[in-house]
């Protein structure tokens, strides 16, 4: 089974479907103020764009989307293409591009600026529940689409929002069994030296942050215990019970109960993105190691080469294995993975493109 590679946006005039969630935003009217005029918006690090013009590297060879086993390829396209979710049974892999980031060019009619991304079946045959960590100039939300049909016939159709409590900025969502929606609160705010400050206060290990979850019955609420410097990458275990979370500002991967407590922690190299679970169960992370490098691009250094592993955890036993490191050459920036059928996708929010790998094994998976 071959697998389409599908951008994430949005159907945005398409009808809300009736929720019983009043938290839902069941108007369209917040889709129609996309078209307010871009120069209006507060850019995160556009100040410190403005600081280092012209700071380009030579350009990259050409995209290799079907790469040989074992070598990394990569398919063009995207722009900040941050999250990456694979959906098998759509046969698709969801790609969120966080145009924001951007710091440049022309002013885009849409103002949606997808974030982490998640997808979880429903009870309804063929059709997948996908939520996404939206960000302004829309606005702050989680915001619920539908997923339908399969291959090049995918289509995403938008469902409600459930806005963001203020002061929290989301960077990874995930579902839990029960339906509640667990969020990574990054920062209190991400636009202007406000938005630097948190970032940089996260980068020397002082929290910013949290993990906070929404249920259609209880709203929003705060996990306990769960502060953090830039909390980031989100997993959620299947019977719901534990929440995984990477801590990007103190290079460590968490454990938790959903209900809160007193985290466990796991040191890994470099700073630690989106998180998402491998076929046979163990946690998939994508982590920045090249701080200087990832900091050069940051400050509109392109292309990004800042250097990335993929690494390997045991969620009960939080060992860590690096399965690949990559010193960004052909992709850099790397934020995010997911695997689908053997196959592992690889997201940038820095680039304009995402990685494609197959490890050398007879049947894709990782070495044990
Ligand atoms: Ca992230």
Redesign the pocket.
């Known amino acids: 089974m071959s697998h389409d590679v599908r951008r994430a946006r949005t159907r945005s005039r398409s009808r809300g479907r009736e929720s019983t969630a009043r938290s839902y935003v069941r108007s369209t009217s917040w889709v129609k103020a996309t078209h307010a005029p871009l120069a209006q918006r507060p850019r995160f690090l556009l100040l410190v764009a403005l600081l280092a013009p012209g700071c380009f590297s030579r350009p990259r060879d050409a995209c290799n989307p079907e790469p040989r086993p074992g070598e990394l390829g990569t398919i063009c396209g995207f722009e900040n293409p941050?999250?990456v979710e694979a959906v098998p049974a759509a046969g698709v892999v969801l790609v969120s591009e966080m145009r924001a980031m951007r710091g440049k060019g022309s002013p885009r009619a849409e103002t949606f600026s997808p974030?982490?991304i998640t997808a979880v079946p429903t009870e309804f045959p063929g059709v997948t529940r996908v939520a996404v960590v939206g960000h302004r100039p829309l606005r702050e939300a989680i915001e619920l689409f539908d997923l339908t049909g399969t291959g090049a016939d995918a289509r995403l159709a938008w469902r409600g929002c459930v806005p963001l409590p203020d002061a929290t900025v989301g960077?990874?969502v995930a579902f839990a069994a029960d339906g509640e929606i667990v969020v990574s609160n990054f920062v209190p705010i991400m636009e202007g030296l406000p938005g630097l400050y948190y970032v940089l206060k996260g980068g020397l290990g002082r929290p910013t942050g949290d993990l906070i979850a929404w249920h259609p019955e209880h709203g929003w609420r705060h996990i306990p215990g769960t502060t953090a410097p830039t909390p980031?990458?989100v997993a959620v275990s299947a019977d719901g019970a534990v929440v995984f979370y990477s801590q990007t500002g103190a290079g460590q991967v968490a454990r938790v109960s959903r209900a809160g407590g007193a985290p466990e922690q796991t040191s890994v190299q470099g700073n630690p993105?989106?998180l998402s679970w491998s076929r046979r169960g163990t946690l998939l992370a994508a982590t920045h190691t090249d701080s200087v490098g990832l900091i050069l691009c940051v400050l509109g250094r392109h292309p990004c080469r800042a250097g990335w592993s993929l690494l390997e955890i045991d969620p009960q036993t939080l060992r860590v294995t690096e399965r690949l490191h990559h010193d960004g050459g052909a992709i850099g920036g790397v934020?995010?993975v997911t695997e689908v059928e053997g196959r592992y996708y690889f997201g940038s929010f820095l680039d304009d493109r995402i990685g494609i790998w197959r490890p050398v094994t007879t049947d894709g998976a990782l070495r044990p």
């Open positions: 941050e999250d974030h982490g960077n990874d980031n990458g993105d989106n934020a995010s």
